[in-house]
């Protein structure tokens, strides 16, 4: 008689190549607790990840951001994923801040047209806008939430006159 509750799953198989996300502080170590139950399972240190994507963090300085593991024979590789608020917020090219002094953080600076088109480019395979125009209202959206202006204007206002024609978005 085979008894099924003392029986375990299949053995893991290391070549598997796995994709596990995270959001993490640019720059910093996560804590071990928020890395060990996702990492642990598949056999790495969580130590060692925690360092490289301290790495490959440390343009992003401060801010959240998306970070995609690629794990395959024990070994992590780090791939940055940034959403549309980071990289509004690093367009902005605010000073560095520390995360445990300074706290609610108003974003008031302008962006040009040209930096937020660019941001759209970039996260153009995200959207699910049909044309580039779709994405780059997406992005004003984002750039409202956020709390800056673009080209000295209120991004909603910008939104209304790419919709009206006044403002024209190239598609290349």
């Known amino acids: 008689r085979v008894d099924l509750l003392n029986t375990m799953g299949p053995k893991f198989d290391a070549s598997q190549v796995i994709e596990v996300f995270l959001r993490v502080k640019g720059a910093e170590v996560p804590g071990g607790s928020s890395l060990a139950p996702k990492i642990g399972p598949l ?98 959206g984002t750039a409202f939430s956020v709390g800056c202006t673009v080209n000295k204007t209120s991004p909603k206002e910008l939104q209304e006159q790419i919709d009206s024609g006044e403002v024209t978005i190239p598609e290349k």
């Open 43 to 140: 056999g790495m240190s969580p130590k060692k990840v925690g360092d490289d994507i301290a790495k490959a963090t440390k343009a992003w300085k401060g801010m959240n951001v998306t970070v995609k593991l690629i794990c395959q024979n024990r070994v992590a590789k780090v791939e940055l994923v940034p959403s549309a608020s980071s990289m509004v917020v690093k367009a902005l090219k605010e000073p560095e801040r520390d995360r445990k002094k300074v706290k609610h953080v108003k974003h008031s600076g302008n962006v040009s047209l040209d930096e937020i088109i660019d941001i759209a480019r970039q996260m153009r395979d995200k959207s699910m806008a049909k044309e580039l125009k779709g994405t780059v209202k997406e992005i004003l």
